[in-house]
């Protein structure tokens, strides 16, 4: 599970340095979380669904201010459809269902989403949005909000949708690490109509 150890990870400087303590400190978390949660979803879903923890390649100088991981349906990657995401930044860790970096059918989706608002209405009161991957930056969810997102999702070319709950730093789920993957597998449960809706 992770540890306060895991969010200081970004206090390191440099690339190397950080990327390999990403690598020692929370890659391996996040496979053991991943795998739990993946054998999960695949029971609900009763599909076969594939890990992808993010490795950071393309970087050259600045190191990575958060890292994450993703849950898809297909081996080869997760950004081209819906997918659950674990991610981590300094402040929290983060359970999403995400639509990123322009998928197919992105205008589709954010109208079928917002056609089918009875679903934001059955998830947990502490749900939030965001709505650009690459910003720490969340949204506590309302109704008001999450139309202006999915409206955001449809008309904008570089709209992005993510909707899930967090654990922050501070959280007392840290030191019950039972009761945090709790927390983490009610979330992605709450999350599976929508993920089939998007299907």
């Known amino acids: 599970m992770f540890t306060q150890e895991s969010f ?4 390191i400087a440099g690339l190397d340095k950080r990327m390999e303590a990403i690598r020692n400190e929370i890659q391996p978390v996040f496979k053991t979380i991943d795998e739990t949660i993946k054998k999960e979803l695949e029971k609900e879903l009763e599909e076969t669904l594939y890990i992808h923890i993010a490795q950071h390649r393309r970087r050259s100088v600045y190191p990575p201010e958060n890292t994450w991981s993703a849950i898809s349906s297909k081996k080869s990657g997760y950004k081209m459809e819906p997918h659950f995401q ?37 998830l947990p009161k502490d749900t939030v949005i965001n709505m650009d991957h690459t910003k720490n930056r969340y949204e506590f969810m309302v109704e008001t909000n999450v139309k202006q997102a999915l409206e955001r999702l449809r008309d904008v070319k570089k709209g992005e949708f993510q909707i899930g709950r967090i654990i922050k730093k501070e959280s007392h789920l840290w030191q019950e690490p039972e009761k945090a993957m709790e927390y983490m597998l009610a979330t992605y449960r709450s999350l599976i109509p929508y993920y089939e809706l998007l299907q």
């Open 86 to 122: 674990l991610g981590i930044w300094p402040e929290y860790v983060f359970m999403y269902l995400s639509i990123i970096d322009k998928p197919p059918r992105k205008e589709q989706m954010a109208q079928q989403l917002l056609q089918n608002n009875l679903l934001l209405t059955q």
């Open 8 to 11: 200081e990870v970004f206090d």
